[in-house]
Every structure is written in C-alpha cells, then in structure tokens.
C-alpha cells in the first residue's frame, strides 16, 4: 500500500486561530511576570529596610540595657554619667551622634572594664550608614558594625527620660531613645524608627 505525503502544511484559518489563542494564553502571563517582579524588588526593598530596624533596635536595646558605670570609690557605689561621657572616648571617622559607656562585669580581677559603643554617621561604598563602635577599657575601636545601611540625614539629638541625659547618680535616665530615618534608594519616601532602650542597673 502506497501513503501519499502532504506538503501543503497549515491553512492560514489555522494561523489565525493559533496566533489568537497563543495571545490569549501569553498576555496575562506575561502580565503576572511583570507584576511578580515588580513586587519582588518591592518585597525586598522593605526586607532591606526590616532588616536595619531590626539590627538597629536589638543594638541599641541591649546598649541602653547595659547603660551605667558605677563610682567604686563611693559607699554606695553611685552610677556615674555614662551619656556621651568625653572620658570615656570610643571614636573614629564620622559624625558622632550618641555615646554610651557601662562596666564590664566579666572583668577577671581589680576593678571592672569600662566598655564604651559610640553610634556615628558615616559615608561609605555609597551609602550614608549609622554604624556602631565598641571600645573595651581603652579609645581603640574593637568592634565596627553598619547597623542602619541606607540612613537618611543625621539623627537628632537622644532624647532621655528622665531628663537630661547628663544625670548621675539617680537621676541617670532610664530610657534614652534615638529617631532615625531609613530609605532604600528605590523607594520614595523613607521610613521613620525610634530606637529605644531601658536601663537595667538601679
């Protein structure tokens, strides 16, 4: 038995309705490809940002928790200033906004460390970041972290509870809070925290 072959191929009717079923199929996928990505960029515009709130607030919680050294030459070993304290120096390049300073209680022998951190504005790599500095008995700087990555301006002033945040003795604060502002260079209007902390020593 001889088959015969057919070269004639697809009719222009069968194009037509192929073409128009493919853009039927294709167009609100392409649709959902382009809404995906755009929420992905945005998704991880706020992840970027979620995560400075996040470092920044646990560093400055457990910093504030700390806050206090203490008189050791006093009876009643009295809480000394310990709110941007120049004795107590932890620097290095940038703008300084906020210094804290407490005892080391893991000091071995003698009297205890004295640990300062010093959070400070600073350009670098393209970004303007608030960064963190940690000092331990001395001004050399032992530990630099980048806690807030895309900061916007310079935070103003700590504000402290009770105030001022100058006080020794009993009237050091209890609570000191700092407000920043935070903006991925894609987004269009920052983000505004307020990073606070509650002393632990009485």
């Known amino acids: 038995m001889h088959l015969r072959s057919d070269d004639r191929g697809f009719?222009?009717?069968?194009?037509?309705?192929?073409?128009?079923?493919?853009a039927i199929v294709i167009v609100p996928l392409a649709d959902a490809l382009i809404g995906f990505v755009r929420n992905t960029d945005?998704?991880?515009?706020?992840?970027?940002?979620?995560?400075?709130?996040?470092?920044?607030?646990?560093?400055?919680?457990?910093?504030?928790?700390?806050?206090?050294?203490?008189?050791?030459?006093?009876?009643?070993?009295?809480?000394?200033?310990?709110?941007?304290?120049?004795?107590?120096?932890?620097?290095?390049?940038?703008?300084?906004?906020?210094?804290?300073?407490?005892?080391?209680?893991?000091?071995?022998?003698?009297?205890p460390t004295v640990i300062s951190v010093t959070y400070l504005v600073r350009d670098s790599g393209g970004e303007h970041q608030l960064r963190r500095l940690l000092c331990r008995g001395s001004a050399t700087v032992e530990s630099d972290v980048v806690v807030v990555h895309n900061l916007v301006g310079t935070p103003g002033p700590p504000v402290c509870e009770p105030s001022p945040c100058t006080g020794a003795g009993a009237s050091v604060p209890q609570r000191v809070t700092l407000t920043v502002s935070i903006k991925d260079p894609a987004n269009s209007t920052p983000t505004t925290i307020k990073l606070t902390g509650q002393r632990g020593q009485s």
């Open 11 to 22: 009719t222009l009717p069968e194009v037509l309705i192929a073409v128009t079923i493919l």
């Open 42 to 111: 945005a998704t991880t515009r706020r992840m970027n940002e979620s995560h400075d709130v996040q470092l920044a607030s646990t560093y400055f919680a457990r910093d504030v928790q700390n806050l206090g050294i203490r008189d050791w030459s006093s009876p009643n070993l009295a809480l000394l200033q310990s709110i941007n304290n120049a004795s107590y120096p932890c620097t290095g390049p940038g703008t300084p906004v906020l210094s804290l300073a407490w005892d080391d209680p893991t000091t071995v022998s003698g009297l």
